[in-house]
């Protein structure tokens, strides 16, 4: 009798524990590039990079120009330098080659940490807005349908509706 009532409360233990463990899960995506496309501030970052890609450009540009123009006095006077004088020319032209690529390389870089200094507020406040709107509507996984990585999607709310009223949009 006693080995029963153990063996009872046992399963019964299992049981319970098992109920407790299955949580209902519900699922919600969104599509982040949508979000950002029509995020406040949104707009001013994107003028602000194109502002300093130009800027970028410009300089480029000038460096180029300055290249090509040595480059064609260089061929123009070539024959008549000589070997020593010719050799320095060239060793002047790939130094400037080299400065213009080193250059555009280092520009690569800086737009590529500037654009993610701009955009980090602005990526941070979507990223608050979504896990606001998961955490007061009981959402247990966002997927992000903007990426290409949700690839079946039944069952799942697409909380951009939320997200919007939550950014006053």
Known sequence: MKKT????????FAFGTTA???KTVKLGHINSSELMQIMPGRDEAQATLQKEVDELQNT???MQT???QRYNEYMG??????DLIRQTKERELQDMGNRIQ???ESAQKKLAEREQ????PIIDKAKKAIEDVAKENGYTYIFDSGVGALLYQQDSDDIMPLVKKKLGL
């Open 117 to 120: 200094e701009v955009l980090k």
């Open 60 to 62: 480029m540009k000038t």
């Open 77 to 82: 006077k070539k024959d008549q330098m000589s």
């Open 66 to 68: 300055e290249l090509e």
């Open 102 to 104: 080193d250059f555009q």
């Open 5 to 12: 009532l153990i063996a009872l409360l046992v399963v019964m």
């Open 20 to 22: 407790v463990a299955q």
